[in-house]
Structure formats: C-alpha cells, structure tokens
C-alpha cells in the first residue's frame, strides 16, 4: 500500500521517503513533459482544444489548491457539535471548490501564455522545482512533524511547501533576469515588436488578444515603465508579474499534485469524519455532490471560454480596432515615415535627421567659413589684372599680334584666349579648387551616410493596427545648408565626383563676359580692322606701280608705315573713348561671378 504524507510527518525513514519520492519524481517527470507539449502546440490549437486544455489542467490542478483547506476543515469539525448547524456548514466544500478552481484557472492560464515563450532559463527553473520540492518538504516537514498530528501536519507542510518553491522560482527568476544583459530598446513600439509573441497566428481570436496583452506586458517591462506612456504602464508592469508569478506558482501547485498519492487526493470530497485510520485501511467514500461541483466547473470554464472566444472573433470582424488592440496602440503605437514605400520608425528617424541636420549646419557654415576668404582672394587677383590687359589691349604689339593671329582662328577664339591669359596670369586657384572639392565631397558623403543609416531604421512586418500615423518623409529638409551648396555647384558645372578642374572659373569668366557689350565690340573691332588694314596694304601697292617693280615695294612700304601711324592714333583715341567702359564692365562681370561663387556657400 503506499505510503501517505502523514507517514512522513515523525521522522520517516528512508524506505518511506523512497516510496514518496520515486512515485513523485515519475509524476513529475510526466507532467512535465505534459507541459512541455502543451507549450509547443498550444500557438496552433483551435479555440475549442485551449479551452479543453485549460479546463482538464485547471480541474486537476484545483484538488491540490483545495486539499490544505479541506484539511484544515476536518480539524475545525474536531471541534464541534456533530450535528450542529455549524458542523454542517463546515461540512460544505462548495466554496472551498470553487476558490481552488478559480486559482487553478489562473495559474493554469498562467502557464498556457508564458510556456511558449519560454527559454532555457526558465525551463531549467521548472525542473529545478521539482527536486526542490522535495528538500522544502522535508525542511518544513522535521519542523511541523515535532509541533502537529500527522494529519494536520501533512496539510500545513503542502501549503507551506508548495508556496515557498512558487516564491523561490520567482525569486531566482528575478535575479537571474537582473543578471542577464537586457536589450536596450529606443521606444515601446520597439520594444512590443521585440517580444515573442506565439499567439500572434493562433486559431483562437481570444489566445491572440491574451498574446497581445501578455506580449505588452512583456515590452513594457523591457523598455521600462518609467518611460512608456500614461501613467496605466504600472498596471501593465502589475499584470506581467501576475503572469510570471502565476505560471511559476501553477508549477509549484503540479508538484503538489504529484506529491499527493491518490488515495489523500480523495479527501478533497470525502466525509469530514474519515479519519485517517479508515483512509488506510479501505478505499475512503466520496461525497457525490462534491464531485459533481468539481466536474461542473471545467465544464462552464469550458462553455465560457469558447463564448468568449467567438465575441471576440466577431469584434475583430466588425471593429476596427479590438480593445486590446487600442490599449496596445496607445501605449506601443508606432509612428512612422513613409519613403518610397517603406516604413522607417519615426521617432529613430527623427533622431537620425537631427543629427544630420545639424552636421549639414556644421559642414555649411565651415564651407563658408574657408571658402569665402578663398574666393574673394581668387576674383580680387583677377581685378587687379584688369588694368593690365587693357594696357595690353591697347598697345600696338597687340594690335598686330590680334592681326597676325586672325589668320590662324576666329576672331571669338582669339578674344577668349587672350582675355583668359591676361586675366588669369598670376591667379593660382589650387588651394581653393582642393577646398571646394574637398567641401562637395563631404556633402555628397553625408547624403549618402544619411540614406545608408536611415536603412537601420526600416521596420517591417509591423501590422497595420498598430501604426497610429502615418507621414511623409523628406529628407531635403534637414540636409538643405548643404543640399543648396550641391545644387548650386552642379548648376556651376561642379562635382566631387568629376572634380572641380583647373580653369573652371576662367571659363565662366569668358562665358560671362561673351554676353557683354564690350565683348562684342571688341569681336566686331578685330574683323574691321583687318580688312580696313588689307584695304590699306593693297592701295599702297597700286600707287607704287607707277614706278616700276621698286616703286611698288617703296608703295607697300609707305602704306605700312601710314598704317602704323593710323593704328597707333587710332588705338590712342579708342583708349581715350572706351578704356574706362570696357574697364567697368570687365570688373562688373567679375564682380558678377565672385557673387556667383560666393552663393554656393551662402
């Protein structure tokens, strides 16, 4: 016959805690593995195999919560009159039912939501309960042994035993949780998306909003309640040790379940006068209303289940948001950008472009800082050789050179060419081309830092529900100091990329003066004069012919040196008419190009 824990309550020998232990250990060798299949299936069961589930380990389950207080029932019945009418009311274990199945049901549920998320950690806690189990009883056992009866003892060492491994499990969970590296999360958004969620697909519309709550819980309690919004999070933070501490408690209250051979279990609905003698000898008679109230109860937790379930099937139909899904979205509800289709968490988004934002102010204001000294010294070098080209212009070396050179191009080509040599002699724009290369550079670069990093902040697989708004993105915004600078410089014809090239301002230079007047003038000037000198030349040799082969080469010679003379007044009266016009629009077409560079920095 085996033993019962009374037997064990004055000092048992090692025979009879080995007739204790090994059927407890097999026990819970069993219901552990039980639990273990419950966590890997229970995500996919429909609603009617939860509900069957939760009803069969709520049912067993409760026995163990309920049988210290039916114990301590039967001493409370030593004490009075038989047949009296508190007797009989002692006699009722209607309540005392209902309270462990109502405890049953929550550890139960307890278990069902975290089993399949757990890990490792906490797997290794729940074997661990079961050896402990074992040395709590017998510590609290040698202790209540010497001060109780052995029955009486036996019921107070199971609620104090199976409380206390609940507790310890919680505990060390606790500390092993501290100790463990916690994620860091940047929002509560985050954080919920972080957390598993197993009921996320499951049949049962209910299991799916008790995920819900559970993995909210969960996310609020990593990220941290302090920082999640409204003041509700400690309730949230409430309800996640609610779930911790019931699963580890359901566990406890298994144990306890192996722990009791199943001849003590049927004290629970026995007569309060089977003594303990008689529970030895014969099989003890139950009371059948008792089992009829413990059999009822799974049952209606069954039926009510299953109603809830499909309320809340048909709420997912017809609302637009359940109610756990509204107290999700108002306390890990996601905002988001929207760039080209993909989601980006607003909240990392706007941390990223701030930063962006004010390393674009930075890198601008250091551009404009270097460059403009830069450029001014650049442009202020080409004023100064104004004076000297117009010395040039209007000497006669260079009024011959501008004929000698008519013969090889065009009168544009040639302009250009000697307006850039003379203008340009002496500017060195090395250190301002590698500035301004260096600059664009930079700011291509932190464009593209901005689009590579924004990448790390891309959110997907977030359902629609939990999105609360929904905005453009515009990254111009924050890049514009130096988004300016590169338009502008493409606009001017540069790049980091193709590099800024020697000569690049001269060239604008001769661009711009070719839509000047004096540009234009001077053009029409050269070809005049060419034809005006070929005029010249060829009337000289004719007036020379009169004399012969000498007389024609002293008539060239002649209609030269009048030439020169005429070039030579007119060159003279030309400066005196338009040297200082031509000068002003020279230096306003400078002018007009230092305004143009210095506005990429602006």
């Known amino acids: 016959m085996p033993a019962t824990i009374s037997d064990h309550c004055h000092q048992p020998s090692f025979a009879d805690r080995a007739k204790r232990s090994v059927p407890y250990l097999i026990k819970a060798v069993i219901v552990l593995a039980v639990l273990f299949l419950v966590s890997r299936t229970a995500p996919l069961m429909p609603a009617w195999g939860i509900a069957l589930c939760w009803a069969i380990l709520s049912a067993v389950s409760s026995i163990a919560f309920a049988y210290p207080f039916v114990i301590n029932k039967i001493r409370r019945q030593f004490t009075l009159e038989k047949g009296g009418m508190l007797a009989r009311l002692n006699e009722g274990r209607t309540v005392t039912l209902i309270a462990g199945f109502v405890l049953a049901a929550v550890c139960t549920a307890g278990l069902i939501l975290e089993m399949p998320k757990w890990g490792a950690l906490e797997w290794a806690l729940a074997v661990l309960a079961v050896p402990l189990y074992l040395a709590v009883f017998a510590l609290i056992n040698r202790w209540l042994g010497k001060e109780y009866t052995p029955l009486f003892s036996s019921a107070k060492a199971i609620l104090w035993t199976s409380t206390a491994v609940g507790v310890l499990l919680c505990i060390v969970y606790g500390i092993a949780s501290f100790l463990l590296p916690a994620p860091d999360y940047a929002s509560a958004s985050e954080a919920f998306l972080a957390t598993p969620q197993p009921f996320e697909s499951s049949p049962s519309a209910l299991m799916t909003e008790a995920g819900l709550l559970g993995s909210l819980a969960d996310g609020l309690m990593a990220y941290g309640s302090s920082t999640a919004a409204h003041t509700s999070a400690v309730g949230y933070a ?31 609905f026995a007569p309060l006068n089977a003594t303990d003698a008689h529970a030895k000898s014969t099989r003890m008679p139950v009371v059948k209303k008792f089992v009829a109230t413990a059999a009822v109860l799974p049952v209606c937790l069954l039926a009510l289940f299953l109603a809830a379930d499909a309320k809340t099937a048909a709420v997912m139909q017809t609302e637009e948001y359940t109610a756990i899904e509204d107290a999700v979205r108002q306390q890990a509800g996601m905002a988001v950008y929207v760039l080209d289709g993909k989601y980006y968490d607003e909240q990392a988004a706007q941390a990223l472009l701030a930063e962006m934002q004010q390393r674009s102010e930075s890198l601008s204001a250091e551009a404009r800082e270097t460059l403009t000294p830069l450029i001014n010294d650049s442009f202020d070098a080409r004023l100064e050789n104004v004076d000297g080209y117009l010395d040039w212009y209007y000497s006669l070396p260079a009024d011959y050179e501008r004929l000698v050179n008519m013969v090889t191009g065009t009168a544009e080509e040639f302009v250009a060419d000697q307006f850039t040599a003379k203008i340009e002699e002496g500017v060195d724009d090395t250190e301002l081309d590698r500035q301004l290369e260096g600059f664009l550079s930079q700011m291509e670069s932190l464009e593209s830092e901005t689009k590579e990093r924004l990448q790390e902040y891309e959110v ?22 130096t988004q300016k600078m590169l338009e502008a410089s493409e606009r001017f014809g540069l790049s980091a990329a193709s590099g800024v090239g020697a000569g690049l301002v001269a060239k604008h230079l001769v661009n711009k003066a070719a839509t000047k007047a004096f540009y234009s003038k001077v053009v029409s000037k050269i070809s005049t004069t060419v034809g005006s000198r070929a005029i010249g030349a060829t009337a000289g040799g004719a007036v020379g012919t009169v004399g012969g082969p000498l007389g024609t080469l002293v008539g060239i010679a002649a209609g030269t040196a009048v030439g020169v003379g005429v070039d030579y007044v007119l060159l ?22 230092r305004a143009a560079m210095l506005a990429l920095v602006q």
């Open 238 to 268: 409430v309800l996640r040790v609610v779930f911790v501490a019931s699963a580890f408690f359901g566990i406890s209250n298994l144990l306890t379940l192996c722990f009791l051979d199943p001849q003590e279990l049927r004290r629970v």
């Open 460 to 481: 997907s697989g977030v359902p629609e529900w939990l999105i609360t708004t929904k905005d453009a993105l515009d990254l111009s915004a924050p890049l514009e100091p």
């Open 572 to 593: 003279n009266i030309d400066e005196a008419q338009n040297r200082e016009p031509y000068k002003d629009e020279i230096t306003a077409t400078i002018e007009e190009e």
